[in-house]
């Protein structure tokens, strides 16, 4: 008798086999409660932002190049157009704040991220100042030298 209680091969498998088991059952609770913010939250913040980046870089791009064959004395006027969405939410292009910072800020309507672009110096000299909402179909940028 006093054999059969020193044998522990079967025991060891066993407590291998449980151990085991309960650490992938665990691996597995901790992927299936966090997959939403691993495959599907932080990628979508990343596309947001590269987009918001893009998006800013082009209104940048736009507003320099007009800044460039601005009429001497005239108007111009160049019409553009946004994504409605960026990865699922809408956005706010704000060039308000880029009569003193040089800046253009977009932001997101529904999370509220914020995304800076410069414009590359020319405030100074033009002053920009407006909103556009992606939600709206009608952009435009106007600039009258005469005013």
Do not use: W
Request: hydrophobic share 40%.
């Amino acid at each position: 008798m006093k054999r059969f209680f020193a044998d522990e091969k079967g025991v060891s498998l066993l407590f291998e086999y449980i151990l085991f088991s309960l650490i992938c059952i665990g691996f597995f609770m901790i992927v299936s409660v966090n997959s939403d913010e691993i495959f599907m939250h932080t990628p979508n913040e990343v596309v947001m932002e590269n987009e918001m980046s893009d998006i800013g870089n082009m209104m940048s791009t736009m507003i320099t190049d007009m800044y460039l064959i601005l009429p001497a004395n005239g108007r111009i006027d160049t019409e553009y157009n946004l994504p409605p969405k960026v990865g699922t939410e809408t956005y706010i292009i704000n060039a308000d704040i880029a009569y003193t910072d040089q800046i253009i800020e977009l932001v997101s309507s529904d999370s509220g991220k914020k995304i800076r672009v410069t414009i590359g110096g020319i405030a100074t000299t033009m002053p920009i100042n407006g909103t556009a909402s992606s939600s709206s179909t009608n952009h435009m940028i106007s600039y009258d030298s005469r005013r």
